[in-house]
């Protein structure tokens, strides 16, 4: 690897490229500056966080969950946290982040949801939450560890951050009638009050 | 079925010209010297200068007690993204949830300044209150994690400075900001250790 140029034309009449202008190995050289763009045309970013959620000792409990019924606009899922504190002693539990292929029946936030940025679009998205055992699981995305049991323990479960990948194509996207939702695997308890955020933007 | 089959190859330019000099990289592959351009990542806005911030603030016992008001003031010319927010506990004993929270106002409390990220920037135009007596007039919630009655615990490092998209980070305008709130009564005698990293931007 060796440092190098590539000399162009002389500068003509037009539009200007902003660079960064260096001195290296005694030659003036410029580095074109850029801004990262979407592949996709992102019309609003968003987030959401829920109240203290308490489930009831049942498997596959949904506790959180977001839905696209947009026939126009897609979702793609920027980020999820979900942290719990035990209110009392609480089993050990495996927290799946799973795909839906039907809607849940829960307790309707959507009028939760804040803009990123003021200017944005009002959103198109449904989250519910408590949702008990309702909706269509579709396939696993990711599973978390809930290990932190004694009484006033808590934890934070999982930072899925898809925010940060160089490729867009690795982040999650939720089409028309498609959604996803934090669930636990096991029963568990009662004992857990589950808080979770979700990010995402809309194109 | 075969994967993609993915051929190193180049694109030959014309010969130098007299003009300005494009730095790249040079290196020889397949007995080609080839050339990468260098590039320098810039950002969609016209960047003013980085910030934080970090307070250990005592908590309380009163509901929905905001530990710390941060504030985009009408007039301040000057657009906000938040880059990172990160909350520790030391001295915990009551649990809780901590929320950030969309304001659209400054709470009443002690002033604090930002901390220049380089001395060479201008000074920041963001408004900041810890141990608030009035509380900020809130928004909607944009972050939230539990909080137990562990005494010391690293609640949540809420990066965002890698997102590849700035799309993606949360914007302040002017008349614009957040607080970090408890959900529930705390204790007095907690500490909640905030940070908030941002960058600051004309708003032309």
Not at chain 2, 9 to 14: M, V
Not at chain 2, 144 to 164: E, F, H, P, Q, S
């Amino acid at each position: 690897m060796a440092e190098s140029y590539i000399q162009l034309p002389a500068d003509a009449a037009g539009k200007k490229v902003r660079t960064i202008q260096k001195t290296i190995l005694a030659q003036t050289v410029q580095s074109q500056m850029h801004v990262r763009d979407s592949r996709r045309d992102i019309l609003g970013s968003y987030a959401v966080v829920t109240p203290e959620i308490t489930t009831t000792a049942v498997t596959n409990y949904r506790i959180a969950s977001i839905w696209n019924s947009n026939a126009t606009k897609k979702i793609v899922i920027k980020r999820v946290i979900v942290s719990n504190r035990c209110a009392a002693a609480s089993a050990v539990n495996v927290l799946q982040l799973r795909f839906l292929t039907a809607d849940v029946t829960g307790t309707d936030i959507s009028a939760n949801i804040a803009k990123k940025d003021s200017t944005d679009p009002a959103s198109i998205a449904t989250v519910k939450r408590t949702a008990a055992q309702t909706g269509t699981l579709g396939g696993v995305i990711a599973a978390y560890a809930k290990v932190t049991t004694a009484s006033g323990s808590s934890e934070l479960i999982c930072d899925y951050n898809m925010a940060n990948q160089s490729v867009e194509e690795d982040e999650i996207i939720l089409n028309q009638n498609e959604g996803l939702v934090v669930t636990k695997l096991l029963a568990g308890d009662v004992d857990d009050r589950f808080t979770v955020t979700f990010e995402w933007g809309e194109y | 079925m075969g994967g993609i089959l993915i051929v190193e190859s180049y694109i030959q330019l014309p010969a130098d010209g007299a003009g300005k000099k494009v730095r790249t990289i040079q290196k020889i592959i397949a007995a080609n010297p080839v050339q990468i351009e260098q590039q320098v990542a810039d950002s969609l806005l016209n960047f003013q200068g980085a910030y934080t911030i970090c307070l250990r603030i005592a908590g309380s016992a009163s509901v929905g007690y905001q530990f710390l008001s941060f504030y985009n003031a009408a007039g301040s010319e000057r657009i906000l993204k938040i880059k990172g927010i990160k909350l520790m506990v030391d001295i915990g004993s009551v649990a809780n949830q901590v929320l950030v929270t969309r304001t659209t106002s400054l709470g009443t409390g002690t002033s604090e300044t930002a901390v220049k990220k380089n001395s060479a920037y201008s000074a920041s135009v963001a408004s900041i209150s810890s141990v608030l007596t009035v509380n900020a007039a809130l928004d909607k919630d944009v972050v939230g994690i539990a909080k137990g009655t562990t005494a010391t615990l690293r609640l949540l490092d809420y990066v965002n400075w890698d997102a590849i998209l700035e799309r993606d980070q949360l914007v302040l305008r002017e008349g614009e900001g957040i607080v970090v709130q408890q959900l529930s009564a705390g204790a007095t005698t907690e500490f909640l250790s905030i940070t908030v990293e941002w960058e600051e931007y004309t708003t032309s």
